[in-house]
């Protein structure tokens, strides 16, 4: 094997077989010195160290070639064994690593550097409850990533780092904001009406409060994807997927410490151009036309505006209302240190990491904080008893102002030009609509918005290996989460000023400062916690009979959780400078509080059996008790097998291909999963209390119906089958995955809308009868290649593809068939379909046409062509948001000690409705300004000047506005540089990185004015972020 | 060995010992919502329940009124609706302009639409299954919930029957397995439905009040007087006139002749019941007739309020019946140059049927009376519109540095002559030119000013205004109504000259048709913007009359001369002008009797006969096939 040592990526999970791999040697090295049977006379030392990093490494097994005489490295990688001559040979072998025969010829003293393995493959995954396995054991559908792969993306979530990174896995960004920038996370696309969210379990726990958005990347170790049936083993919560993440744990060794201080920068990575002042207003000027009306400016005023650097700048505006409200850049930093190491008995990692990220305002009330410290740690108590403790803390601190994001950039976008966001003294200007100037709003002028949640995880586990039985443990693991979340929301009055045009003696304008937002300071307080215990004991058998290989799993959990809040209302403060409760006006204070609790009881099993990796074959079955559903209907089974056959273990299958594959597995997989992400209770008929009835001068209590129970009400269910394979060639080069999934999800909580008249009074409740079918495939290829011994390239590429159809919805009779649900992927909508632009009186008496179209018009297509354009002419579209198609492309070099890596992304098959608020209420995207028809430019294209709703086709939803937003994108870009061995170890490191880290710095889309991702085609929404960071890494 | 085993099969033992799986952890209830078995068994719970009805009783008092939908108003923020248009159809009644549900469609808010109305519906039932008055120490108060739900679904089908016409009667509780395929009940069971549960209310309920807000006798009374007077109306009796060939007539009137007849006497016999019985009378303190008009309202209403919707302005609502309409009307329906966002405006008809002072009619090619429009006018139409040169309050900083004092300025434009000191040429700030949020200003030129009180900063703060459900003038009114239609036209000019007796305006003495007309215009103006007009217009048929005119508003230029000592003096004391320096629109009409004033339409209106009734959507036909939809749809 030649010196392929390409650190990053292929080598992932080299950190986990190298734990294995330690414990295994231990045991092998005790057992062969106590087994020493030779006289031995030469002493041969020496040190094992990493070739690539020049860590010394311990517990690497040697062997005295034709011998069974071995031992093992100690802690600082250094070995000693007897020989009984110096023309002898020592391998070195350690798992993850290349093993090595070196002949001593004559030497004594001999030090080692071990390759990490270059065998792309050589993955392993985690699959649930405590099993980790070889990525070549599993036939269902897992994909995995290495924690380290998804360090070198300059975000902060750690959400945003897996689109298109692991194949059937998508993601969509849909917000930049600091402290809500995380991203949707579907695996193979949307399957259910109702909550399509995956399953996250953070270290064995399911469903961990606060998610994986906010988990230190640099502390993960691993995460796999269940993507099939194989994720049975979450049985009622595995349907729309389960990711499983592992953050690190210490490993034997002298203390190790990293460090990584970043410092970034973001921008939105789409600002839209709006129309300037001559244009908006000569728009304004055809909105008057339109309707009959003397338009309302001249053409001379207008042409001032044309040389507005000719008037007076407290009269005439250009306002280039982004530009008045956002920075050029905004600021985020980032920074993370861990110490890791331990002794045979008790190995640790502690980690800590801080940032803070400001938002795109100028003096921006926005501000997003978190710290955090994670500490795991492993003891041997005995050979056969380990037990471990793990603490995690983190503390997420949002800052907002009293205006919502998408209220900024709301009236961002509707800013008029020719209104001043400032005036020339550089006071803020007058408010567009209640109030709201965003120059102020943004502002720390308004009060603040402070969220702080708390999140404590803690757990401890036991594991217990009989010793009489080989093969047989049992692990019990017990976690108490808490979390904390306070909430102050502190609205106060702030100042604009308006100018009526007087001046003083001077002749210099007099401002009208007026006082806007709230009458007087209004302080909500709201807190709320919640605390979730799960408790769980699994036996695990495993053991082989020559070729047999066997495991056997059984185990059971339990969740609790319970939670309350509570909140508190006053105003009428005098001052805006002291937020407290008591120093509010007792009128109008108010006060409210609830809790809420629930429960889980699960039992599990998983079967492996494989005949030496050629013949897989894994059983998995999960009883599932939730508190959600009925007595009775409480527990759900959930089993599913799959099966794999490797056929490159087969003779005849080698003779056959003429050896070129490494490895060739196909595998298949069915089983039954569940959703149980619905509303607890729907079984009962219980009765809720309302906001209450005023009578006599005071709120008096009210109550209703909370629903109609559903008494059969139970689990939705998915059938997932899946057919795959996974194929290495080419010296294990290249690797390619491919898996083809068929999904039908049934018993989806859905109303039956077609069976009961409305005048039952109720809403029917929810029963388990809609039907989708969800199906595509996902597929990853990578590739390795070194050109000599410094030029390394590295290529992955993923292609996913989801598609879903309802199969049942329960529609009405009597709805026009392009109107139906029934056929089409979930979420759509009905749009008018236009065909073009009424050019002239005539061709709108000749179409059928909206009463009161004129010519500029957009011209609704007469669907059902009754010869009237009413509800039934809209059709139903297939796009949706979400995209059917993602990709990732990860191309990744290194020359010497030169790394760089791209990451493009791409998405296709979204669309976004893209109209914006528009007309006398705002501007217009200058897009659309500058092709819009006017009777001079009789474009068939794009429609008429419109005035926000006034239109039919601007209130009525129609394809004009509904645009694809299919892309590609840099998503990430990394460019690194380690300094030479030489240079840090001089000043006493192990190594020293410098970077330079980019997202989204490059996006290709049709889509104009808006990221291809936006969760608002109206613009008003906080933008993502393009980032640049650079970062420095040492360890020592 | 031994030991081994054993220590490490203690531990094992433990943790399932500190396990022990037991199913009884998942046997949780819901900690915030009571069950149906504990409600009905506290009567504390079972008031609750009633008192949660009355949260679903329709008022007007939404951004959308019902006024929109008639010669009443005209919505800014979007064109006419569709039903005003006359293209509602079944499968677009929720699911017209702006999307769906209430904005445009179907004529008034949620608490109208035929699936929320069945809704309350239901829950009436289910109290009548479930109450127990056994329950109750105080009986009297049982018999009072009952009495107050009777009434409650009264309220609830009568809305129906106004929107509908004969609907299914459901007075069970229906579950899953009922057979839900109910077919309509005629229009005359429907009502005799209505009647029968107001009696049931008028024999349990008293004069007086348990609670301000609760139903009384005099409500359940005068729910029968609007549902006779209704009922009475010639709509219902001469369907083969705008529903000729309709295979259903019963549905949707009476078919049998005679009975217009009698139910004018029932309408008449009980609306004088509660004349001559209730403790009710006109509100008025005295003085100024408008002050006393809008107190009607912003006092409370006195004597006048039968029954009434109170508001506090630390009431949340929330839930599906979230309903902010009452507090924030302000804020929905005033002028723009205060911040506020125009709403339901009144257009040009409404404010051109409020008589002069002297009890003429106005006209616009009365030079007298287009000269200065809003002066000498029917104290009424300052108390319900304001007009341009309405002085209402003072504005909030900013738009008082343009005008101090705070009155209304729709005019297009303000200029001064007469001095080379003059500023410029400025837009009203309540206009759709106005520097300040323009896109909210009124396209009539009118705000509404009945229900809004003037002493609250709208922008930021909440009203507590009441919604009167029924008013003691309107039973006055169904009065004249019948005795006109039972030819007791004394009688009739008596009640009407009360209502004008109290308005500050002269009593009329006219008779015969003349005496229609004039009743007609006396309730249209007295009881304008209270839910009223929309059905008025169609049960009198005049409908095609009037709601095929398209929306008009008023379109005024201002001038003044400038006077360089009092610079903002003159701007109160303006002239309308519109001369040729004033580019105006071909669409603009100016008043014969006053060139300097034009009016001008602003939503294109239409009248379709359908629209008589509302049709069963679409869905809800599918759903139930012994459902006949109505006619002309």
């Known amino acids: ?1036 | 060995m031994i030991k081994s085993i054993l220590k490490h099969g203690t531990l094992v033992l433990v943790m399932l010992f500190v396990y022990t799986a037991c199913d009884s952890v998942l046997d949780l209830d819901p900690l915030d919502q009571p069950s149906d078995a504990a409600v009905w068994s506290d009567p504390a719970m079972s008031q609750a329940f009633v008192n949660d009805i009355y949260g679903d009783l329709a008022h007007g008092m939404d951004e959308v009124m019902l006024a929109i939908h008639t010669d009443e108003a005209a919505f800014t923020h979007i064109g006419s609706a569709d039903a005003a248009r006359g293209i509602i159809t079944p499968s677009n009644l929720y699911n017209t302009t702006w999307g769906s549900a209430w904005w445009t469609g179907p004529p008034g808010s949620g608490n109208l639409m035929w699936e929320n109305i069945y809704g309350t519906i239901r829950k009436t039932n289910l109290f009548f299954q479930n109450f127990d008055p056994a329950l109750f120490q105080d009986q009297e108060l049982a018999e009072q919930l009952i009495g107050e739900v009777h009434f409650l679904r009264a309220m609830k089908y009568m809305d129906l029957l106004r929107l509908f016409g004969g609907v299914p009667i459901v007075d069970q509780v229906f579950d899953l397995d009922s057979d839900m395929q109910l077919p309509r009940n005629t229009f005359e069971e429907t009502l005799n439905f209505i009647l029968a549960d107001a009696e049931a209310a008028a024999e349990r309920l008293n004069w007086t009040p348990r609670q301000m807000g609760r139903a009384t006798k005099g409500s359940a009374l005068a729910l029968q007087s609007r549902i006779l007077t209704f009922a009475a109306s010639d709509l219902y009796h001469n369907t083969d006139q705008w529903a000729p060939g309709y295979s259903n007539p019963e549905l949707i009137g009476f078919t049998q002749s005679g009975r217009q007849q009698e139910l004018w006497e029932d309408a008449r016999d009980v609306s004088l019941q509660i004349i001559n019985e209730g403790p009710y009378s006109l509100y008025d303190q005295g003085g100024d007739r408008t002050q006393n008009f809008q107190d009607i309202w912003l006092q409370g209403g006195g004597s006048e309020a039968i029954l009434s919707r109170y508001h506090l302005q630390e009431f949340e609502p929330e839930g599906q019946a979230a309903d902010w309409g009452p507090i924030t009307m302000g804020q929905w329906m005033g002028p723009n140059g205060y911040f506020l966002w125009g709403g339901s405006t009144p257009q040009q008809a409404l404010v051109d049927d409020f008589e002069t002072l002297d009890g003429e009619e106005f006209d616009w090619s009365d030079p007298d009376h287009a000269a200065d429009p809003f002066a000498n006018r029917d104290p009424r139409m300052e108390a319900t519109v304001m007009y341009n040169g309405y002085e209402w309050r003072p504005r909030p900083e900013g738009p008082n540095a343009t005008d101090p004092i705070g009155r209304i300025e729709s005019f297009q434009t303000i200029r001064c002559v007469g001095s080379p000191e003059c500023p410029g040429v400025r837009n009203g700030i309540d206009s759709r030119q106005s520097p300040v949020e323009n896109w909210n200003g009124s396209r009539t030129g009118y705000m509404l000013n009945k229900f809004i009180d003037p002493n609250v900063e709208h922008w930021n703060n909440d009203q507590e205004v009441p919604w009167h459900y029924f008013r003691y003038a309107e039973i006055l009114l169904n009065y004249a109504e019948a005795q006109i239609n039972l030819n007791d036209e004394d009688e009739a000019r008596w009640a009407i000259n009360q209502i004008r007796d109290r308005a500050g305006m002269p009593q009329i003495s006219d008779s015969g048709p003349d005496l229609v007309d004039r009743y007609r215009n006396e309730r249209r103006v007295e009881l304008a913007f209270e839910d009223h007009r929309y059905y008025d217009v169609r049960r009198w048929m005049i409908a095609p009359q009037t709601a095929d005119r398209d929306a008009y508003g008023i379109y005024l230029h201002a001038e003044y001369e400038y006077d360089p000592n009092d610079p903002y003096g003159g701007m109160y004391n303006y002239d309308y002008v519109i001369n040729g320096d004033i580019d105006v629109p071909a669409e603009v009409e100016l008043a014969p009797g006053n060139p300097n004033i034009g009016i001008r339409p602003v939503w294109a209106r239409s009248w379709n006969p359908a629209t008589y009734l509302l049709p069963i959507h679409r869905d809800e036909m599918n759903r139930n096939p012994e459902l006949v939809q109505n006619p002309n749809y």
């Open chain 1, 1 to 1036: 094997m030649e010196h392929l040592y390409f650190q990053k990526p292929l080598n992932i999970f080299r950190h986990i077989p190298r734990i294995a791999g330690r414990f295994m040697a231990s045991v092998l090295g005790v057992v062969l010195m106590s087994s020493m049977v030779y006289a031995q006379d030469i002493e041969v030392t020496g040190t094992v160290t990493d070739a690539s990093s020049g860590e010394t490494l311990p517990s690497v097994n040697i062997l005295l070639v034709g011998t069974e005489t071995g031992t093992v490295t100690n802690l600082d990688g250094e070995f000693s064994i007897m020989v009984p001559d110096l023309n002898q040979s020592l391998r070195f072998s350690f798992i993850g690593y290349e093993t090595i025969t070196i002949p001593l010829q004559g030497r004594s003293e001999i030090d080692v550097s071990l390759q990490t393995q270059q065998v792309i493959g050589q993955e392993v995954v985690v699959t649930g409850y405590g099993a980790v396995r070889d990525r070549e054991s599993i036939s269902g559908s897992v994909s995995a990533v290495a924690g380290e792969d998804l360090e070198s993306v300059p975000t902060s979530n750690l959400s945003n780092t897996l689109a298109g990174r692991v194949s059937g896995l998508a993601g969509l960004n849909v917000s930049g904001e600091p402290g809500a920038n995380g991203s949707q996370i579907r695996i193979r696309g949307n399957a259910t009406l109702g909550n399509n969210d995956p399953l996250i379990v953070i270290d064995g726990v399911p469903a961990r409060q606060g998610g994986l958005d906010r988990i230190n990347p640099a502390d993960v170790e691993n995460i796999s994807v269940l993507k099939d049936a194989s994720a049975a083993i979450y049985g009622s919560r595995a349907a729309n997927g389960v990711i499983l993440i592992t953050t690190k744990r210490g490993r034997p060794g002298p203390p190790q410490f990293t460090v990584n201080v970043t410092q970034g920068f973001n921008q939105p990575t789409v600002i839209p151009d709006m129309a300037n002042a001559a244009t908006y207003l000569t728009m304004l000027n055809e909105i008057d036309r339109y309707r009959g009306d003397s338009p309302r400016r001249s053409e001379e005023e207008i042409d001032r505006y044309r040389n507005i650097s000719d008037q007076d700048p407290w009269v005439y505006h250009d306002t280039d209302w982004y530009d008045e409200g956002l920075k050029n850049y905004s600021m985020e930093t980032e920074a993370t240190a861990a110490v890791s190491g331990g002794n045979e008995s008790v190995n640790y990692r502690v980690s800590f990491r801080g940032l803070t990220e400001d938002a795109y305002y100028r003096n921006s009330a926005t501000r997003y904080s978190q710290g955090e410290f994670r500490s795991n740690l492993d003891i041997d108590i005995t050979d056969n008893i380990r037990m471990g403790a793990d603490l995690a803390g983190r503390l997420e601190d949002r800052n907002y102002p009293t205006q919502s994001a998408g209220a900024q950039f709301r009236f961002l976008m509707r800013g008029k030009p020719h209104e001043p966001a400032r005036w020339p003294d550089g006071s803020p200007g007058p408010d567009i609509e209640n109030g709201t100037n965003p120059v102020v709003s943004a502002t720390p002028a308004t009060g603040h918005h402070n969220i702080n949640d708390y999140y404590l995880q803690s757990s401890v586990y036991l594991n217990v290996e009989l010793p009489s039985v080989e093969g047989l443990s049992f692990r019990g693991n017990f976690a108490y989460d808490r979390r904390f979340n306070e909430d102050e929301l502190w609205a106060t009055p702030w100042i604009l000023n308006s100018w009526d045009g007087s001046r003083d003696e001077n002749g210099d304008p007099i401002l009208s400062p007026g006082p806007r937002g709230p009458g007087t300071p209004q302080l909500t307080r709201q807190r709320e916690n919640q605390q979730d215990i799960t408790f769980n004991i699994v036996g695990n058998y495993q053991n082989n009979y020559d070729s047999h290989n066997y495991a056997f799993m059984l185990g059971t959990e339990r969740e609790t959780f319970q939670g309350q809040s509570l909140g508190a209302y006053r105003e009428g403060y005098l001052s805006d400078q002291f937020p407290q409760l008591d120093l509010g006006s007792a009128e109008n204070r108010n006060n409210w509080g609830n809790s809420w609790q629930g429960a889980r009881q699960n039992f599990f099993s998983r079967i492996n059996y494989d005949y030496d990796q050629t013949y897989l074959i894994e059983l998995i079955g999960r009883l599932d008790g939730s508190y959600i559903f009925p007595e009775g209907d409480r527990y759900g089974f959930f089993p599913s097998a799959s099966v794999g056959w490797r056929l490159s273990n087969e003779d005849w299958f080698q003779d056959m291909s003429g050896s070129i594959f490494d490895d060739l597995i196909v595998r298949t997989s069915y089983g039954q999963t569940g959703n149980d992400q619905v509303n607890p209770y729907q079984f009962l008929g219980t009765y809720a209390f309302g906001s209450g009835y005023i009578f006599d001068g005071s709120i008096e209590p009210s109550l209703s119906e909370a629903r109609i129970p559903n008494p059969n009400i139970t689990w939705e269910v998915a059938n997932q089958f899946n057919a795959g394979l996974n194929m290495t060639v080419w010296n294990n080069r290249l690797k390619f995955e491919v898996d083809y999934f068929d999904y039908n999800r049934e018993g989806i909580l859905w109303q039956r809308n077609a069976a009961l008249p409305l005048i039952a009074g109720f809403q029917l409740p929810d029963e388990n009868i809609g039907k989708v079918r969800s199906y595509g495939f996902d597929t990853s290829t990578s590739y390795l290649h070194g050109f000599g011994d410094d030029l390394f390239i590295n290529a992955t590429f993923t292609l996913s593809y989801a598609e879903n159809e309802i199969q049942f919805f329960d529609e009405p009779d009597g709805i026009p068939s392009y109107q139906q649900n029934e056929g089409k992927p979930m979420n759509t909508s009905l749009y008018y379909k236009v065909t073009g632009v009424f050019q002239d009186e005539a061709q709108i008496n000749s179409t059928p046409s909206w009463p009161g179209a004129i010519p500029g018009d957009l011209i609704f297509e007469d669907v059902n062509g009754d010869g009237a354009i009413n509800a039934d002419d809209r059709i139903r579209d297939d796009r949706t948001p979400f995209p059917k198609w993602t990709s990732g492309i990860n191309l990744s070099a290194s020359y010497k000690n030169w790394d760089i890596s791209t990451f493009w992304m791409g998405a296709a098959g979204a669309a976004v409705y893209t109209q914006t608020e528009s007309g006398e209420i705002g501007n217009f995207r200058q897009s659309f300004a500058e092709n819009r028809w006017t009777p001079d430019n009789p474009t068939n294209d794009h429609p008429r000047t419109w005035n926000r709703s006034d239109e039919y086709w601007a209130s009525n939803a129609n394809t004009y506005f509904l645009n694809n937003t299919d892309y590609i994108r840099l998503k990430s870009l990394e460019v690194a540089y380690t300094l030479p061995g030489s240079l840090t170890s001089k000043i006493g490191l192990d190594r020293a990185q410098l970077s330079i880290t980019g997202m989204n710095l490059l996006t290709f889309t049709s889509l104009e004015d808006l990221d291809p991702e936006a969760a608002s085609g109206a613009g008003q929404y906080y933008p993502q972020r393009r980032s640049l960071r650079a970062g420095l890494s040492i360890t020592f």
